[in-house]
């Protein structure tokens, strides 16, 4: 099934996406990777077969060990597109040859909570204070007064810092395994709006193939849960028109 045109004028992108997205899952298939779409992607593969009409991008999430396999792997089995850690704290994926667009695939890990819930905010408190200081481009009209407040100080910090060093750091934040929970996941290279929520480990342990577009993804066996968590229990009805439009917070 090809992407179909259609009034939020976002063909070509999604045309991308999907090329760059279907890198990916071949490196998984053929690397015995295992991952889940997340989010609006697996939202897509469950209400639409494929890429919300609206959607710009697309999101896998995997173990920690499952990401660091794929970053390793990728190259290997794709001449099209790389691995991308530089541009911002998500790892992505990109087009090699930067002429054929700025296309990217959010690739986000699921990682144990802390077993200690104060050091467990606290380590949050940590990520969306790194985040502010490596965001770009922010548009702070589609923030609070508080949160814009708060994203021009970090955003000031950030460029006191180099952003190399900030990098590290969140790297280092996000897979820290000490002192954890094995039985209790979040993400956290997600935004904001994703960083308190707690998942079950078996969010991870099984999956099932689903029509996207003209191939295949896999989604948790968990996706109904997950789905709600994210967008309630009336996910499979499409929102109002007025609210048909990206919703990422994650600067680009």
């Known amino acids: 099934m090809a992407i179909q045109d259609n009034e939020y004028g976002l063909k070509d992108v999604q045309e991308k996406l999907l090329l760059l997205t279907k890198e990916v899952l071949k490196t998984c298939r053929e690397e015995d990777i295992p991952y889940t779409a997340l989010a609006g992607t697996m939202l897509g593969a469950v209400r639409e077969k494929g890429m919300i009409p609206w959607d710009d991008d697309v999101d896998l999430v995997f173990t920690h060990e499952a990401l660091e396999k794929l970053i390793l792997a990728l190259p290997k089995h794709s001449s099209l597109c790389e691995i991308n850690q ?43 204070l790194l985040q502010g200081m490596l965001k770009r481009n922010v548009q702070y009209e589609r923030f609070s007064t508080l949160r814009k407040i708060q994203l021009f100080i970090t955003g000031l910090m950030g460029k ?51 029509p996207f577009e003209d191939t295949e993804i896999s989604v948790s066996t968990e996706y109904d849960a997950m789905l709600k968590m994210f967008y309630g229990d009336t996910y499979m009805q499409r929102p109002p028109e007025k609210d048909r439009h990206s919703t990422h917070d994650a600067q680009r």
């Not at 590290?168 to 039985?183: H, I, M």
């Not at 996941?185 to 709006?193: K, N, Q, V, Y």
């Open 160 to 210: 006191c810092l180099p952003r190399n060093w900030v990098l590290k750091r969140y790297r280092r934040l996000a897979a820290d395994a000490e002192s954890c929970d094995p039985n209790r996941l979040f993400i956290p290279d997600g935004p904001f709006a994703f960083l308190k929520a707690v998942y079950p480990a078996q969010v991870m342990k099984n999956f099932t193939l689903m």
């Open 86 to 128: 530089t541009d911002t704290w998500v790892t992505r994926a990109v087009f090699r040859d930067q002429s054929l667009g700025n296309e990217f695939v959010d690739l986000f890990q699921l990682v144990p909570v802390y077993q200690n819930a104060t050091r467990q905010k606290l380590r949050i408190l940590r990520l969306k």
